[in-house]
C-alpha cells in the first residue's frame, strides 16, 4: 500500500505492505540504521522509537499503525547539530559496552524524561525495565538519565536551553 | 614475554609520505602473507599508520564486542606514541596472519586476552614510531635525539620553543631504522594508562551511527533467511517450493547444508515466506534425547569411567582411607545460551569469482574458512570485513551463519543479507554445555586432607576444530579440511595445544590440600556446544566454590574464614577474599531475612572474590548487593575494568536465576527472551567493584566476573533458607 508518515520531521511516502513492522522500513526503506532488531516480540526494547511521542517497539508496531504518525529515531534525537543531553550524558557515562541495545535505551529514557523531567530513581528504573542489556550497562544507564534529571534537554523544543 | 624488536617490527614508507610500522607477533607469521605490496594503499597487514596530514591510523587486531578492545588498544599505542587516544583512528583488521591472536595461532578475539597479548607489542610499536619520529626532527634541527622530547603529536626542540608536527616528519622518519634500545615510558609518566577514561567508541554508540553487521547496506541487496531443522542434525527430506516462491517479493527458495534458504527482496517477505514453507525432515541422523537422559548419560559415564586425571597430588585414595569424615556432593549446570541482543547475521556478495563478507565475527579467519568450504572458492578468493559485534560471549568464534550466508550468495550472485530471527537464535545456538560434578572431600580432624572433583562431559574442541584447523592453513588446499580437523583432533594435547574447557578452574583448585585428584570423564551427547562467557571457569567455579562452602558448614566454620586459612602461599587471592569481604562488611550481621555468600574463583589470569546479599521476597529471589574485588594486575582503563567486571556479573547472575536450554525430544524448548530469560533493570542489585592496585602485568577482564558469582548466589541462599541448591538454574522455593 502506498503511505506517509513523517520521521524525524521528514515527511516520507512509501509502498509497503501495511503489515511490515514499522523497524524494517525504517531500516531497510529509510535507510535508519540506528534502530535495532532485538527480538521481534516486543520483549528487549531494542527497536524502540516514539510514535506521536509514545514510546513504541517498531518490531512489532505495523507500519500502517503509524501512518500519518510523527515517528522519532535515534537519529532524531539531535536537535540543531546538539545532541540530546542524554546522549551526551551517555558518553560522559561511558555506558554502551557492545552498544547494541543503547539507541532503544536512549529513546525510553528520552520519553521518560519529556514526561517526568524529574524522576525518582524508582521511576527511572520502572521506565528502563523493558530494555535488555546483554553487556549489563544498568547502573551506568541508570546514573546517566539520573545525571541529566532535572536538567535541559535539547528534545523538547520548547524547554531547550531552560533551566528546570 | 621478550621481544627482539627486529624480528617484529618492520617499518614502511607510505607513497603518499606517511610512517607505517607492521607488527608480528611471535608465532604468527610463519608463512607468507599472501599479500602484495601495494603501492600508495593501506597495506594490509600495516598496523599503525601516520599521514603526512596528522591522522593516525591503528589496525584493530582484536574484534570489539562491548569489551572495550577498540578504546583499550588505542590506549597502549597513544601512550608510548605521545598522542591523545582520541587523535587516533582505529579500523578493524582484516585477515592476515600478522593479526592472529599469539595464544591461540588463528585471528580470534577470545579468552579475555586481547589487554595482556597486546601489552607489550602495542606499546613498543607506537614507542618505537615516536623514536623514529623523535630521530627525525633532530636530523632536521642538527641536535642530540637524547634531548628532544614528544608530547601531543609533536616533536619538542631542546629550545624549549620550537616543534614539529608529525605529519611533517614521518616522510624522513620512514627512512630511519627501528633501534633496539626504545625505552618504555615508566609508569609514573603515564599520561593515560591506568586512567579513567570515556570509551572512544561511546558516541558512534550513542547515536545510532556505530554499523553492526546487521546495518551493512549493498547497492541491489537481498535478504535470506534459513528454516534449520527443528531436531539438530536432521535433514531436508521435501519441501514445497512452488507455494513459496509464488510468495510476493520471493526470488530463490532451494536447500543449503543446514536447512532451506529463502531470498526476497525484502526481509519481511522472506520472512512471510518462511511462514509458508513447509519443510518435511528426515531425523534419521537428528538428535532425539531429552534433557534429563543428558544428566542420566553423564552419571551412567561417570560410574563407568573415571576419567582422565587432570591434576594429582600426593595420594587422594589413601587419604580418604585416613579421612575420618568423608563428605561428597554432586553438582550439575544446563545448557546455556549465549542470546547476544544482535542475531547472528552476515552479508555476503559473491561476484568475479570472490566473496566479500561482512560480519560480526569473532574470528575472521575462521568466517574465510566456512565461506570457502561452501562455495568452490579458495580461502585466498574471500575478503571479510569486520564490524561492531553487538555482543559476542563465545558465540560468533563459530561461523555457522557466515557459511549460510556464504552459501546462499554463492548461488544467487548478488549481495545478500541473512538474518537469524530471535527464536532461531536461540534454538540454533551451540550451547555452554551441560556438565555434571562429582565431588568428595575428607577431613582429619578440622583439617581438609583430600580433595576429589570428578567432572563429566563434553570438551569444546571436538565441535571447534571442524574449521579452525584450516584456519591455521589457509593455503591447503579444500579437500583436505576435513582430514586437517580430524588430525586437529588427534594432535590436540600432543602437537596442539590442550583443550581445557572441561577442566579449567578445576584444575587450578587454589586451596591448600595436601591431597588432591582432579579427573575429566570425556562424554558427548551431541547437544551442539561452545565456548562461551567464562567457558569452564563457568561450571568449575560453581562446583568448587559451593562445594567450598558446604564443607565450611559441615566443619561449623564461618565459610570466608575456612578459606582464608587454606590461602597460605597465595597472595593474591587472600588479597581479594579479604577486600570483599571487608566491602561487605562480612563481619556485622546481615539484615533480617537476607543471606551472605562468598566465593573467590581465578580465571583468565584474574583473582575476583565476591559476596553476594540476597533474600527471597514473594517468591523471588532478590539479590541487593553484589561486593566484589578484583586483581588483574596493571589496569589499562579502570572505568572499563569495572563496566566488565559489572556486566560478567549481570552476566553470571542471569545464569544463576533464569539460564537453562532444555531439550524435548530433540528440540530446544526455549525460544525468545520470554521464556529464556535475561536480568532486566529493575533486578540489579547494588555492585561494588574494588579494584587491586597492580604493577603486574595486565590479565583479562571480560569473562572473570562470571563464575564467582554463580555460587555466591547459591552460597547466600544457603546461609538464609539452610536448603542447598546443587543444580542451576536456582530456585526461590529449593
Known amino acids: 500500500m502506498a503511505l506517509s508518515l ?70 532524531g534525537l539531535a536537535e540543531d547539530g546538539q545532541l540530546h543531553a542524554l546522549q551526551k550524558a551517555w558518553i560522559a557515562k561511558g555506558v554502551p559496552q557492545c552498544g547494541y541495545c543503547q539507541s532503544g535505551q536512549i529513546m525510553s529514557a528520552a520519553h521518560l524524561l519529556a514526561t517526568n523531567p524529574a524522576p525518582t530513581r524508582n521511576d527511572i528504573v520502572a521506565a528502563m525495565t523493558g530494555n535488555l542489556c546483554r553487556c549489563g550497562t544498568y547502573s551506568r544507564i541508570i546514573a546517566a538519565v539520573e545525571s541529566v534529571a532535572g536538567g535541559p534537554l535539547a528534545y523538547d523544543a520548547s524547554a531547550a536551553g531552560e533551566e528546570r | 614475554m621478550a621481544i627482539n624488536r627486529r624480528d617484529f ?25 599472501g599479500y602484495t605490496q601495494e603501492t600508495g594503499e593501506w597495506k594490509p597487514d600495516v598496523w599503525l599508520e601516520v599521514t603526512n596530514t596528522d591522522e593516525i591510523h591503528f589496525t584493530l587486531a582484536r574484534v570489539e564486542m562491548g569489551q572495550g578492545t577498540y578504546t583499550g588498544l588505542t590506549t597502549l599505542i597513544a601512550e608510548e606514541l605521545e598522542v591523545d587516544p582520541e587523535a587516533i583512528t582505529p579500523k578493524f583488521a582484516p585477515v592476515a596472519p600478522e593479526y592472529r591472536n599469539p595464544l591461540y595461532k588463528l585471528q580470534l578475539t577470545g579468552g579475555s586476552t586481547s589487554i ?57 622518519a620512514a627512512k630511519e631504522s627501528i633501534s633496539d634500545d626504545v625505552a618504555l615510558k615508566p609508569a609514573s609518566e603515564w599520561k593515560y594508562i591506568g586512567k579513567q577514561r570515556g570509551r572512544l567508541d561511546a558516541r558512534a554508540k550513542s547515536t545510532g551511527t556505530a554499523v553492526y553487521g546487521i546495518d551493512v547496506e549493498l547497492p541491489g541487496m537481498v535478504y535470506s533467511v534459513v528454516t534449520r531443522p527443528p531436531r539438530y542434525g536432521a535433514r531436508v527430506k521435501a519441501f514445497n517450493e512452488s507455494d513459496v516462491s509464488a510468495m510476493p517479493g520471493v526470488l530463490d527458495v532451494f536447500e543449503i547444508q543446514r536447512g532451506v534458504a529463502i531470498v526476497a527482496d525484502k526481509y519481511w517477505r522472506a520472512r512471510k515466506a518462511q511462514d509458508a514453507l513447509k519443510v518435511e525432515w528426515d531425523n534419521e541422523e537428528a538428535l532425539s534425547l531429552s534433557t534429563h537422559e543428558v544428566f542420566a548419560s553423564y552419571r551412567k559415564a561417570g560410574d563407568e569411567d573415571r576419567g582422565e586425571s587432570e591434576r594429582s597430588e600426593g595420594d587422594y585414595e589413601d587419604s580418604l582411607e585416613k579421612a575420618e569424615r568423608v563428605f561428597e556432593a554432586e553438582y550439575s549446570q544446563p545448557y546455556l545460551a549465549h542470546s547476544t541482543l544482535e542475531p547472528m547475521n552476515a552479508t555476503v556478495w559473491y561476484r568475479d569469482n570472490s ?49 549460510e550466508a556464504a552459501a546462499v550468495a554463492y548461488r544467487i550472485k548478488k549481495p545478500v543479507k541473512l538474518i537469524w530471527s530471535r527464536e532461531e537464535d536461540t534454538q540454533h545456538d551451540l550451547y555452554r554445555p551441560a556438565m555434571l560434578h562429582r565431588m568428595q572431600a575428607g577431613f582429619e580432624g578440622s583439617k581438609l586432607i583430600g580433595w576429589h572433583h570428578q567432572i563429566v562431559g563434553p570438551q569444546l574442541l571436538d565441535w571447534y576444530v571442524r574449521n579452525a584447523a584450516p584456519a591455521q592453513y589457509p593455503w591447503a588446499p579444500k579437500f583436505m579440511y576435513d582430514t586437517l580437523g580430524k588430525v586437529g583432533l588427534l594432535a590436540e594435547g600432543i602437537a596442539t595445544p590442550k583443550d581445557m574447557s572441561a577442566i579449567e578452574g578445576a584444575i587450578e583448585y587454589p586451596y591448600n590440600v595436601d591431597n588432591i585428584d582432579v579427573r575429566h570423564t570425556h562424554t558427548d551427547p551431541g547437544v551442539p556446544v561452545t565456548f562461551w562467557r567464562s567457558v569452564g571457569y563457568s561450571h568449575n567455579g560453581f562446583a568448587v566454590e559451593t562445594f567450598m562452602d558446604e564443607l565450611a558448614h559441615e566443619t561449623g ?74 586483581d588483574c594486575g596493571q589496569v589499562v582503563n579502570p572505568r572499563i575494568v569495572e563496566d566488565q567486571i559489572e556486566g560478567g556479573i549481570v552476566f553470571g547472575l542471569t545464569a544463576a536465576l533464569y539460564g537453562e536450554i532444555t531439550y524435548e525430544d530433540g528440540q530446544v524448548q526455549q525460544s525468545n527472551f520470554h521464556d529464556y530469560q535475561l536480568l532486566r533493570q529493575y533486578e540489579l542489585p547494588e555492585v561494588t567493584v574494588d579494584i587491586v592496585q597492580s604493577t603486574e602485568a595486565p590479565t583479562g577482564v571480560g569473562e572473570p566476573g562470571v563464575p564467582p558469582v554463580i555460587p555466591a548466589l547459591g552460597n547466600a541462599l544457603f546461609a538464609l533458607t539452610g536448603k542447598r541448591q546443587r543444580s542451576l538454574p536456582l530456585k526461590a522455593d529449593a
Open chain 1, 6 to 75: 513523517t520521521v524525524n520531521g521528514e515527511q516520507r511516502s512509501l509502498d509497503i505492505e501495511g503489515d511490515t513492522p514499522l523497524l524494517w522500513v525504517l531500516r531497510d526503506e529509510l535507510g535508519l540504521k540506528g534502530t535495532k532488531f532485538g527480538c521481534g516480540a516486543g520483549l528487549c526494547g531494542a527497536c524502540t522509537v516514539h510514535l506521536n511521542g509514545q514510546p513504541v517497539r517498531s518490531c512489532s508496531t505495523p507500519v500502517e499503525f503509524a501512518v500519518g504518525g510523527e515517528v522519532t529515531t535515534i537519529e
Open chain 2, 9 to 33: 617490527l618492520k617499518v614502511s614508507a607510505g607513497t603518499s609520505g606517511s610512517l607505517m610500522l607492521s607488527l608480528s607477533l611471535p608465532g604468527c607469521s610463519g608463512m607468507p602473507t
Open chain 2, 116 to 172: 595482556s597479548t597486546s601489552w607489550e607489542p602495542l606499546r613498543t610499536a607506537g614507542a618505537s614510531a615516536r623514536q623514529m619520529l623523535i630521530m627525525a626532527a633532530a636530523r632536521i634541527w642538527q641536535v642530540d635525539s637524547a634531548d628532544c622530547s614528544a608530547a601531543q603529536g609533536r616533536v619538542l626542540h631542546p629550545n624549549g620553543r620550537d616543534s614539529l608536527r608529525y605529519g611533517q616528519l614521518v616522510e624522513l
Open chain 2, 355 to 403: 566473496i566479500e563478507v561482512w560480519a560480526p565475527t569473532q574470528a575472521p579467519d575462521l568466517g574465510r574458512i566456512a565461506a570457502a568450504r561452501v562455495t568452490d572458492l579458495s580461502p585466498s578468493d574471500v575478503t571479510i570485513n569486520t564490524t561492531f559485534l553487538g555482543g559476542g560471549f563465545g558465540r560468533r568464534l563459530t561461523q555457522d551463519y557466515v557459511e
Open chain 2, 557 to 630: 566454620e564461618d565459610p570466608y574464614q575456612f578459606r582464608r586459612k587454606l590461602l597460605a602461599g597465595q597472595p593474591r587471592h587472600l588479597e581479594v577474599l579479604d577486600r570483599a569481604a571487608r566491602l561487605a562488611n562480612w563481619d556485622t550481621p546481615v539484615a533480617q531475612g537476607r543471606g551472605r555468600g562468598i566465593a573467590l574463583f581465578k580465571s583468565f589470569g584474574t583473582f575476583v572474590a565476591q559476596v553476594v546479599e540476597a533474600g527471597v521476597e514473594n517468591g523471588v529471589i532478590k539479590v541487593y548487593k553484589v561486593a566484589c574485588a578484583v
